[in-house]
């Protein structure tokens, strides 16, 4: 509106202004003067009629908005001039944002984001007070077992409502067809207390879920619902088969509601009082089982709840004492205390394992970007430099410094807001390529990764970070342009003074600073990985394979499983290409852990330890190409009734028995629920492996015969060692399988990718540092390049008098690389400073590398001073190659 | 700025008494604006120096705020013109700037007091 009558009225008064003129000419020709008088006199008394169309023009803007929009175009129009720099600027900054933006929207989802309940604040988590530090049994992330949380249900102030979930996979379907699905046990109270209401049908309720309930209601992920039933309302009231009992769909979860664990999805919820149609796990008083979970009562706050639950769970804790264990043992139990911890986001196994890691790749990304600013902070600064005339002779006809100051800016702003929409676009891509990989390339993991405020807040604010980093010093240079001396010495022509300079050179310095924190990082991480894969297991894991089998549909009785495992043992052994087979409990370098406390009378300087236990069968050693050191392998004399034996590796016997003899020697383990105390002799020994994870130190094993395994279950857990690839191994297993017991059911995997596949998160790191690092350094090279030819540009006639004056041309080479070398030597040592302050954050995520390793810090320096001495070496031989006469001339 | 400062529309007349003396003006009959300047001057004796850097802007905002009005008509000399008058609102509008100026001319004349020679 304002805009269209300004447009007019400007019109209109161009006119107006015409017709005074013409009139005023008339009146002074009728008092007499001469033509040209009469016009002189007219335009005299008009003035300036630029003047009065810019009052009125003005009167019709408001001003700030017009003059912003002014500067953007003209900004625009500056661009526009030299596309190969702002489409690398845009480029440039567009990655370095996104990569940002990517690593913060993964932070965000993971440990930012509220879960979308209601008043997600008030929800709590009852944990054990200090962890339960590996007591009992557990495979989740749990703090109560099923009878403490009935203790807590019963007895608990704190919270208006409590629940209790725990997470399971469920089989589902039947036959061939069936697949393992993630799942979710929950008591009824759960979806009431979250304030989750359902999408479609309802969702469980108190009433669903009563001891010793049948099975029957379930409810559904939004996720699953439009996977199995295509997102139709037929869904509620349709049958699913899951564990091999019937159960009914009642509900749909709401699209937003990925469950309680950030990160892992869930397909179904069954109540929590179902699981005894599978097994005793309810009443195991050892046996973590469950998250307990409450909203705050009103005017309760986190630490009265944490005071009332240290107070209080010292009671429950007596009223459901596990069987079994030994005195030891029970102490540690009776002092546990529970306490409360804020769940408003959630748990997350994926949280612990990779918020670490993911702050400190928001970090590297953050300073690539930092780096990327200093290059364009050269790149504009030596734009500036070469309007520098311009400036001085806009300032010297009276623009005012903060107009151009805001004009210089602008450029900078379109550039940052050009970047920051472009890395936006790119984040998304990034951060869920990045989840994808977390999850070893497939769909296990779910982040709710949309932006939301915070992630906008986030963009915005490096986008102007960045603005005000690359753009502030060039614009503060061109206002301060000196007028007088600009204009001399530009229409002069000399020699640049030394100061000009000083800026760029601080950059540089600065670039090649915080590369070298990059490149040492790069290069830590990438060592750290190769250690890892490479490091000594004690096991060859080339060819072997593992298969699980589980034969709970064959129903066999619990005296005649040692028999059926027996008979599937020798079935898999006689496949083809299978060279060696054995059964184990625990796969190697898995993630999980058995261990057990002992007593032995001999033990030099000790009563007692612990050690891993594996239970195994004869061949485990020559299946997994363990050597056996001393003693004997497990025969068939090895019976549940003959004497209990033990093989421990090499680890046991130093840290038990020095260098003495250990064969022979006999312990005793003490009791924990099922695994009675057990005399056991030492009939061999075994070379040293890893056991839970690649990173820890060889541990003491003890294997003992598999059957005289306390426990053995209607499962085994087979390896095998194949002539054949892995691969077709278990192809070939799963065959023979399938044909002679199509109802039992299997897991399969290669150790070797299992265990690549744990090495993710170093994978990650390695991954990402090292390409940035490399981008760090491809860009202080850029940097160095461009700032290098620019002032040897500017030097040239300086460097044409000296050439005149009898400089040899390897002198000014000289001169070029001594200015080089004493900025990577401020660099480097500001990057080694730099370095040794960030070394704590990452210590932890290392594998037998320290992050300030002389060795590692020396080949960074090696890396950054090759490439700067490269990114010197066109421009130094460009100076010497300056032709004096040719310089001097053309001032 | 240095621009702003010289477009504020009253050069070197008190703010407002160029509005006003536009409104007297085209209260006779309506003008363009070089009728106007002309006006002005004339009957000041030629101690008001109109600038159309000022007067322009004026009968802008004059007419932006629905005191004045305008239409095209043709000048003395067959030229198309824009002419302006006076509205109902810049009646009541001059007799308001009338009176304020009036008691302010009271009001500095009481200051200064009679002339003594």
Known sequence: MLWRRRRRQDRELAEELELYLAQEIEDNRARGMSADDARAAARKKLGSRALAREAVYEMNSVRWLDTVWGDLKYGLRQLRLSPGFAVTAILTLALGIGANTAMFELLNALRLRSLPVERPGEIMQVVVDGGIKGWGTSDGPYD????????????????????????????????????????????????????????????????????????????????????????????????????????????????????????????????????????????????????????????????????????????????????????????????????????????????????????????????????????????????????????????????????????????????????????????????????????????EHQLDLSSDWRVLVFTTAVALATCLLFGLAPALRSAKADVAGTIHVGARGATAGRNQFLFHRFLIAGQIAVSLVLVVGALVFVRSFHKLTTVETGI?????????????????????????????????????????????????????????????????????GWSRFTWASADYFK????????????????????????????????????????????????????????????????????????????????????????????????????????????????????????????????????????????????????????????????????????????????????????????????LVMVEVAVLVAVGVAAGGALTYMARQGVGSLLFDVTPTDPEMLVAAIAVLAFIAGAGSLIPAWRAAGVNPVVALRAE | MARKKQSDGSGDMLAGTLDMMILKTLLAAPAHGHTIAHAIEKSSDEVLQVEHGSLYPALYKLENKGWIASFWGTSENNRRAKYYRITPDGRKQLSNERSRWESLVRAVGQVLGPVED
């Open chain 1, 623 to 814: 299946t997994m190409g363990i050597p056996l050191k001393a003693g004997r392998d497990f025969t068939d004399r090895d019976t549940p009734t003959s004497p209990h034996v033990v093989i421990v590796n090499e680890a046991f016997v130093r840290k038990y028995y020095g260098n003495a003899n250990a064969i022979g020697r006999q312990f005793r383990t003490t009791g924990e629920p099922g695994y009675p105390p057990t005399p056991y002799e030492i009939v061999g020994v075994a070379g040293d492996t890893k056991y839970f994870d690649l990173r820890e130190e060889m541990p003491p094993i003890a294997y003992a015969p598999q059957t005289q395994n306390p426990r053995v279950g209607p499962w085994i857990r087979i390896v095998t060692r194949s002539s054949i690839p892995a691969e077709d191994a278990i192809a070939a297993v799963q065959r023979v399988m399938q044909a002679e017991y199509p109802s039992v059911r299997m897991g399969q995997f290669v150790l070797r990718t299992m265990v690549e596949e744990r090495l993710v998160r170093e994978r990650l790191l390695a991954w990402v540092s090292g390409f940035f690092g490399a981008l760090a350094v491809v860009l202080a090279m850029i940097g160095l390049y461009g700032v290098l030819s620019y002032t040897v540009a500017r030097r040239r006639n300086e460097i044409g008098i000296r050439l005149a004056l009898g400089s040899e041309r390897r002198g000014i080479v000289r």
């Open chain 1, 540 to 608: 060859r894991q080339e060819g072997v394979a593992v298969h699980f089998i589980n034969f709970v549909p064959l129903k066999v009785a619990q005296e005649a499983r040692l028999s059926m495992q027996r008979q599937l043992l020798d079935r898999v052994r006689s496949v083809p290409g299978i060279e060696h087979a054995s059964t184990t409990t625990h796969v190697a370098m898995g993630g999980g852990s058995w261990a057990l406390a002992f007593r032995a009378p001999d033990l030099p300087g000790k009563d007692g």
């Open chain 1, 144 to 443: 109560a077992t099923n009878p403490l949380w009935e203790e807590i249900r019963r007895n608990q102030q704190a919270f208006s409502k409590v629940f209790a979930w725990s997470r399971s996979g469920f089989l589902y379907g039947e036959g061939v067809q069936a697949k393992i699905i993630p799942g979710v046990l929950a008591t009824g109270g759960m979806f009431s207390t979250l304030g989750v209401k359902p999408y479609r049908g309802r969702l469980l309720s108190e009433g669903d879920d009563r001891r010793g309930c049948a099975p029957g209601p379930t409810v559904i992920s939004y996720g699953m619902w439009q996977r199995e039933f295509g997102g139709q309302d037929s869904a509620i009231g349709a049958k699913l088969m899951l564990n091999d009992k019937l159960f009914e769909v009642v509900g749909v979860t709401p699209p937003e509601y990925l469950g309680l664990e950030v990160g892992n999805r869930f397909d179904v919820v069954v109540p929590h009082c179902v699981q005894h149609v599978w097994g005793d796990g309810l009443e195991q008083k050892h046996v973590w089982a469950v998250i307990v979970m409450g909203r705050l009562r009103p005017g309760w706050t986190e630490e009265k709840a944490a005071q009332h639950l240290k107070a209080a769970s010292g009671q429950w804790f007596a009223a459901v004492p596990p069987t079994g264990y030994a005195a030891s043992g029970m102490a540690t139990w009776q002092r546990f205390r529970l306490t409360a911890a804020p769940a408003g986001t959630g748990v997350s196994g994926l949280r612990e394992q990779y918020e670490r890691s993911l702050w400190l790749l928001l970090g590297i990304t953050s300073l690539v970007l930092v780096i990327a600013c200093a290059n364009l902070a050269n790149l504009m600064l030596a734009r500036a430099a070469s309007r520098e005339r311009e400036m001085a002779v806009r300032l010297a006809i009276g623009a005012s410094r903060k107009r151009l100051l805001a004009q210089v800016l602008s450029e900078s702003l379109l550039l940052a807001a050009a970047g920051a929409a472009l890395g936006a676009m790119l984040a998304g891509t990034l951060s869920r390529t990045l989840l994808w990989y977390l999850g070893n390339g497939k769909d």
